[in-house]
């Protein structure tokens, strides 16, 4: 700027720029400092590791399970109890950690794992043995398969015979009939796997199917098909509306899956019952 154009400035103009000047590098130092402050506050909020603990004396601790192994005093309920209160600061560190404290405080003794696994790791080897003899694991039966008057009669077609000892073997074993129990059941698993086949295809259309099911069948529905259904709707909208539930990068606490998981199915377990 030459000297003439100084001498022509407004003084107040010139005041006024300095000021703005200023201003604005004041506000831009303000600005990244609240920044700065923000990004480290959430960056320790976020490294802080909440951490629980039970105000319980162990000692306490007493189950009614009347289970006991052979040289033991300490029941095997106590024992899974004891031993979830005592890991109970480090839930969440481990699943090893985990499925012992949640089975563990809900009084579960879990003896579908392999030994090393889980709650096992609590017992001997010897003591593991001992209580999968105890309470052996029951297999699945499967429903007789009835021949129908279809394969019947060809099975007669293929076997020459009498027609004194077909007329005898006719009447010695009848073919028995289907009972309505039977036919409900049949009815009830061709309903589910149609719920299940729509849900796999379009979640919403599975809900929708599983509560138009219970609707129109309510009155021939058995208690556990009706609890089945229920769940399959349930477990569809889920999906549907929580699908955060089951994202790993979306932070969660006990009580999201208690609440939104657990207690539908539990209200519609016990519906109808003095614990409703």
Known sequence: MSNCDKENVDPVVESLVRRSDREYVFVNEQIADRIDQELEARSKK??????????????????ADGVTLPGHNQSVGKTIKVEAFSRFKDYGTTNQTNTVVSLGLN????????????QSTLFSGEDWKVLLQKFPA??????????????????????????????????????PKVSKKAKKNKSSKKDRDLVLQLA????????????????????????????????????????LHHAYL??????????????KAWAPILEALFQNTSTD
């Open 107 to 118: 009084s579960i003794l879990d003896l579908s794992l392999e030994y090393g696994v889980g």
């Open 138 to 175: 029951t297999p699945l039966q499967a429903a007789p398969i009835v021949p129908s008057a279809a394969q019947t009669s060809a099975s007669s077609a293929s076997t020459p015979a009498s027609a004194a000892s077909i007329s005898a073997s006719a009447t010695s074993t009848p073919v």
């Open 200 to 239: 796999r295809r379009d979640l919403a259309a599975g809900a929708t199917k599983a509560a138009r099911l219970l609707v129109s069948k309510h009155c021939t529905l058995a208690p556990d098909q009706e609890f089945m259904m229920t769940v399959l709707r349930h477990l569809c909208n889920l999906l």
């Open 246 to 259: 089951f994202d790993d990068n979306i932070e969660k606490t006990e009580q999201d899956y208690i609440i």
């Open 46 to 63: 976020k490294a802080k590791v909440q951490v629980q603990t039970l105000d319980v004396n162990i000692q306490s601790v007493t189950e």
